[in-house]
């Protein structure tokens, strides 16, 4: 009796493998279809977090100094000190880095803003990464 290669006995066949990587495919759009209304959420709750950190560093901002950033100096007032006018009198790094949305662009900043003129607007660009457009979310939608 004449016994078969071993090399033939340990490998796998391209069928088995193709077969395996469709069942895991499967599995894995499965579970997108399911998460996709919990990553949604966590966005949101992840713009909601850092509107909240980067609004207590500009309220800390305007008490030290008593006049927001202005929309030219940005955000980044709060990490670098300002070199245009108004310059802070008291200015301290508020934070480290500034944080970014979920999808990796950065956070729009208008003082004073159009949808509160007497403070300033911050909002997210979205998922299609575009500023003004129906995705958007802005400190006025969480309040």
Not at 17 to 39: D, E, H, K
Not at 50 to 65: C, H, K, P, T, V
Not at 85 to 107: A, F, G, I, T, V
Request: contains cysteine; glycine residues 6%.
């Amino acid at each position: 009796m004449k016994l078969p290669k071993r090399s033939t006995l340990l490998a796998f066949t391209l069928l088995e493998i193709m077969l395996v990587v469709a069942i895991i495919t499967l599995l894995l759009s499965t579970a997108f279809y399911f998460l996709g209304p919990q990553i949604a959420i966590g966005q949101d709750v992840k713009i909601r977090a850092d509107f909240q950190a980067i609004g207590q560093s500009l309220q800390g901002y305007e008490n030290m100094n008593g006049f927001l950033p202005t929309t030219e100096q940005g955000l980044q007032a709060l990490v670098t000190a300002p070199q245009s006018e108004p310059k802070p009198n008291h200015w301290y790094q508020m934070l480290k880095e500034m944080p970014k949305d979920p999808w990796q662009s950065e956070y729009v900043y208008v003082c004073p803003g159009k949808h509160d003129p007497k403070g300033y607007d911050l909002s997210s660009k979205g998922k299609d990464r575009i500023a003004d457009t129906a995705d958007d979310k802005g400190n006025w939608d969480f309040k």
